[in-house]
């Protein structure tokens, strides 16, 4: 039954993944946490997002677009953030840390959306400022590491720094996708280094659950394109995972 459960909660995450390129930690990580405790989860959710954007990438029939130079730079950034994640993981408590995480992305989101739609003194929408891309890209790649590692919750600092840029929704899908996918191969490595590799039973399973939610997921986000609702349900899922985030680190 925990297995069945556990295959429910990532099936849903991986749909939500696919439509949006983020989410699936939001909605598998809590239930995941509950069933197989935050080390198995951690590692669970490093394997699945080899499966889930491994297809994005390369399941769909299609040419990926994702972004070259921010792809590359936001993996090289997170190189070091995945070591101080996994050493997190092991060293600080863990409620602590999420709602700091939450606090700090829905503070992130907010300026986001103010920049985005505060009106005609807000910044061109789409757009970074030159001086500032190459550190917010740091940071972002530093964070989404720091967080792959100690939380599974990578994707908010990602999803701020791509929905800043001027990149068509596919782009942005597959740049999300790549970074992922090599997050999901470098964070696996650093758990076993630091020794918090822990792999439920059942991951058979659970890998069949992310397939067929990506697969679902995919018809969502033609949709989403297709009426130009992609930014905005991206960000709402942003803010609910660092609802998400905050509740469990407060509750």
Do not use: H, K
């Not at 439509?19 to 405790?37: C, K, M, Y």
């Not at 769909?60 to 953030?81: C, F, I, K, M, T």
């Amino acid at each position: 039954m925990t297995i069945l459960l556990a295959a429910l909660a990532v099936g849903a995450g991986a749909v939500l993944q696919s439509a949006t390129g983020f989410g699936f930690a939001i909605v598998a990580a809590p239930a995941l946490v509950a069933l197989v405790g935050p080390e198995a989860t951690v590692s669970a959710l490093s394997v699945l997002a080899l499966v889930i954007n491994g297809l994005t990438l390369a399941g769909e029939r299609r040419r990926p677009r994702p972004a070259p130079g921010d792809a590359a730079a936001l993996v090289a950034w997170a190189l070091p953030g995945l070591a101080v994640g996994a050493l997190a993981l092991a060293t600080l408590p863990e409620r602590a840390l999420e709602a700091a995480v939450g606090a700090a992305v829905l503070a992130a989101l907010g300026v986001r959306v103010a920049t985005r739609w505060g009106g005609p003194q807000a910044a061109r929408p789409g757009t970074v400022p030159r001086l500032g891309r190459g550190p917010r890209r740091a940071a972002a790649g530093i964070l989404s590491g720091s967080l792959a590692t100690s939380t599974g919750l990578s994707g908010p600092p990602l999803v701020l720094y791509l929905t800043g840029r001027s990149l068509d929704a596919a782009r942005v899908r597959d740049t999300l996708a790549v970074v992922f996918l090599a997050q999901g191969a470098l964070g696996l490595a650093a758990l076993a280094f630091f020794d918090t590799l822990a792999l439920p039973e059942g991951m058979a399973v659970l890998a069949v659950a992310a397939v067929a939610g990506q697969a679902t997921g995919r018809r969502a986000f033609a949709a989403l394109r297709t009426a130009d609702r992609f930014e905005p349900v991206l960000l709402g899922v942003l803010a609910l995972a660092g609802l998400a985030a905050l509740a469990s680190g407060l509750f």
